[in-house]
């Protein structure tokens, strides 16, 4: 794995004690999540804020451990919030927010109130997509010359467009109570048409009720899509619904790198200060209460 820490060690009482103390509380979904906010991203906010892992407080991970943290934290007069993935509107059956296209009303929305933080994308690992860190990843690891942006962009893009039919069947199985995909589903198929195939073959050929459902959520998806802008802009917009660990595991295959990205596109990441805006902003806002 690329760096991430296993939490353990960050989730130490003592240490906790140690570091923090009467400052306010975000809770993560995981230990990744942990070292992506609180030993990487914002480890100069430490004094203000403590970041960690909901299963700390009710022993299970999550998007539902997060909002139950925070509840019970909340309940017992502590200040607490929380952090959680856009997916956790399709686990709650949440529609209208899973299709929301647009971001104004998308966060006013605060289905778990104003304490929990309702990210934008679709999880945590769709701000590792970044085409400029993810371009250093791949020269480092890789010992080549770094490509051009455009480039980037457009394999980003392709990626994204991929994943729209992983991204509607899913929701598809959702609604009908089946799991869905894995993210590295995709990892074999080049393009959008291989991968609608592949779907349309092996999942819908003898299930007319899954097929209609997956042309419905297709359109829904595809109504995040931005197309007359420009590839890196439209790549942005497909993030809130296309599921970033599977972009960052086609990125992978594709270009022959083996190992798990998500810590080193972290650290570069913040080395490049380009920590995603909107997160910033949450954890100003509860670092100054």
């Not at 990744?32 to 004094?47: A, H, K, M, P, T």
Request: glycine content about 6%.
């Amino acid at each position: 794995m690329g760096a991430v820490k296993s939490g353990e060690a960050l989730g130490s009482p003592d240490r906790l004690l140690s570091r923090y103390g009467g400052v306010p509380v975000i809770y993560v979904e995981s230990a990744e999540d942990l070292y992506v906010f609180g030993e990487c991203w914002f480890n100069d906010q430490l004094s203000r804020v403590e970041f960690r892992p909901a299963a700390s407080r009710c022993g299970f991970a999550g998007c539902c451990a997060v909002i139950q943290a925070v509840g019970d934290e909340r309940a017992a007069g502590n200040p607490a919030w929380g952090i959680v993935d856009r997916d956790v509107a399709m686990s709650q059956n949440l529609w209208h927010l899973v299709h929301e296209t647009d971001d104004v009303r998308y966060e006013q929305a605060k289905p778990f109130g104003a304490e929990v933080k309702l990210l934008c994308r679709w999880e945590m690992e769709s701000y590792l997509v970044d085409a400029v860190a993810l371009e250093q990843c791949r020269a480092e690891l890789l010992k080549v010359q770094r490509r051009a942006r455009a480039d980037i962009d457009q394999e980003l893009l392709g990626h994204c467009q991929a994943l729209v039919p992983h991204a509607a069947v899913n929701a598809a199985r959702h609604e009908c109570r089946a799991a869905g995909l894995p993210d590295g589903y995709t990892d074999r198929f080049p393009t959008r048409n291989a991968v609608d195939t592949e779907i349309r073959t092996k999942f819908l050929a003898d299930k007319p009720e899954v097929s209609d459902l997956y042309d419905k959520h297709t359109v829904l998806v595809d109504a995040f899509d931005l197309a007359n802008e420009a590839p890196r802009i439209r790549v942005g917009a497909l993030l809130r619904r296309v599921a970033g660990k599977a972009i960052l595991m086609r990125f992978g295959a594709t270009n022959k790198i083996s190992i798990d990205l998500k810590g080193l596109l972290a650290n570069r990441i913040k080395e490049q200060q380009r920590v995603p805006d909107e997160i910033t902003r949450f954890v100003e806002q509860v670092a100054g209460t």
